[in-house]
């Protein structure tokens, strides 16, 4: 299997502690600065691109055709914190088990915007209804459904509950326990992928008004009628059983081997057939 990683980055990306011959990936960069100072000897390909990520990574795959080639595509931020040895792991598991869309799961470290994505250390994947735009990987069938999707809006947020809707109820979508990484940027601290400047109401001086994330948001969720309610469906346990969330043994495993913080600021919610986390 043929697996790419393309990550739009800036000066401070930390893709480069993810190349080594030893990778089971090729990576690209699509560069968002301007004067780039790390090797660019040992990637498949080099996209320079001023704009927000989803700008960027649209412009790369609408400009280029040689990642049709590849089984598995992942579009991580450039500010996730993991090694070679961890992203083998990761795409070991993606084809094992045919998973449409899925992500690692964020370590105890990690800044995170949706708990449920938070690592699970009594699982080794658990099936979801989203996988976050900030670490998403797709199957080529997959990826040809959903990549035209890049130039719905600037932010990228919204997309994540879009790709499900296009795919359908039987998508196979997971969060991979068995490998966490780090992510190490505040959320929203690079402007919630459009940028550090954000302007969301009119100016004085002007009648134009540049949308928000969360404008962008409301516009793709009226669009295609979605709502964004993240769910756990069930799960792979250590000795290799999967379990429905609505098993008693699936929440006993799922309380017992959650992120801390889960339990100090969220209220967990067994509720028919899945798990809902509210703050």
């Known amino acids: 299997m043929k697996n790419l990683i393309v990550v739009r980055c800036g000066d401070n990306s930390l893709h480069e502690k993810w190349i080594s011959s030893e990778a089971n990936y090729d990576v690209v960069i699509s560069y968002f600065g301007n004067e780039p100072k790390f090797d660019l000897e040992n990637l498949r390909h080099f996209h320079s691109y001023k704009g927000s990520k989803w700008e960027g990574l649209n412009d790369f795959f609408q400009t280029n055709d040689f990642w049709r080639e590849y089984d598995a595509i992942w579009l991580p931020d450039d500010d996730i914190d993991t090694d070679v040895q961890s992203l083998n792991k990761f795409f070991e598991l993606f084809h094992e088990y045919q998973f449409d869309i899925a992500q690692p799961s964020l370590d105890e470290r990690s800044y995170f915007s949706w708990a449920i994505l938070l690592k699970n250390k009594n699982f080794k994947y658990r099936k979801t209804n989203f996988v976050e735009v900030m670490i998403p990987c797709f199957n080529k069938a997959t990826f040809n459904k959903i990549f035209h999707t890049f130039s719905e ?15 359908g109820e039987q998508a196979n979508i997971a969060v991979i326990d068995e490998v966490a990484v780090f992510h190490t940027r505040p959320v929203g601290s690079a402007g919630s992928g459009m940028g550090k400047k954000i302007i969301s109401k009119k100016s004085f001086f002007s009648k134009n008004k540049t949308l928000s994330p969360m404008d962008e948001l409301k516009i793709l969720a009226k669009k295609y009628k979605f709502i964004q309610k993240e769910r756990c469906l069930g799960g792979m346990n250590w000795d290799g059983s999967y379990i429905e969330s609505d098993h008693v043994k699936f929440k006993q495993l799922y309380l017992a081997g959650c992120d801390i913080r889960l339990l100090e600021n969220y209220s967990i919610n067994f509720a028919l057939d899945n798990i809902e986390l509210t703050q």
């Open 153 to 167: 809006n600037k932010s990228g947020w919204g997309l994540d509950f879009l790709w499900p809707q296009i795919l």
